[in-house]
């Protein structure tokens, strides 16, 4: 999938996680970084490629990624699996509770979004013809369908044409239908 496929991807199920399983506590600064936290975390699994959108955040992220892209060897190894999920989701851990300041921003909350964009990242490849190796370091790659030939071509029509269109569509009609709840979670910001 392309970037803003994930971005679009990664809006859609925190939005859906938050109408679901809305947050007891939540003010407006953690609200905010959360839905970046989201977008961010939707990059993080693309991170061995120079090429991602997550380096151009970063001042020198350009050499950080092209250094990164020969340690991780080629796309969709280790940030596409099981071991990466638990791997990021421990170094975030770590370096939220001491980069946060927990009086201001509930890291618990940041930490839960990145992660929805990250899982969501992983579903969106998952679509894709590649599959993600969830198993890695085993060459076995996982797909939805598990026919190979019905999954999306990335950056290709379907993906562009129906596949991100879709996706808000669905933000759209969710939203909706679910207004009251989301609403009650945006009168907790105030």
Excluded: C
Excluded at 20 to 49: E, K, Q
Excluded at 59 to 84: C, E, M, Q, W
Excluded at 157 to 182: G, K, R, T
């Amino acid at each position: 999938m392309t970037a803003r496929t994930h971005d679009a991807f990664a809006f859609a199920t925190l939005v859906t996680v938050a109408a679901f399983f809305p947050p007891s506590n939540l003010n407006l600064a953690t609200l905010v970084v959360s839905i970046i936290g989201a977008d961010i975390g939707a990059l993080i699994p693309d991170m061995d490629g120079a090429g991602n959108r997550l380096w151009d955040l970063l001042p020198a992220g350009d050499n950080l990624g092209k250094i990164l892209r020969r340690v991780f060897y080629k796309h969709r190894t280790l940030t596409h699996s099981i071991i990466g999920v638990v791997a990021i989701y421990k170094l975030l851990e770590w370096v939220l509770v001491r980069g946060l300041n927990a009086g201001f921003l509930d890291e618990k909350i940041i930490l839960a979004s990145i992660m929805i964009g990250y899982l969501s990242h992983l579903l969106a490849d998952s679509l894709t013809e590649e599959g993600i190796p969830l198993l890695f370091p085993l060459r076995i790659n996982f797909g939805l369908p598990p026919i190979k030939s019905w999954r999306i071509k990335t950056g290709k029509w379907f993906e562009n044409f129906i596949v991100y269109p879709a996706v808000w569509i669905y933000v759209i009609w969710f939203i909706q239908v679910h207004q009251e709840s989301l609403l009650q979670l945006f009168r907790q910001t105030t």
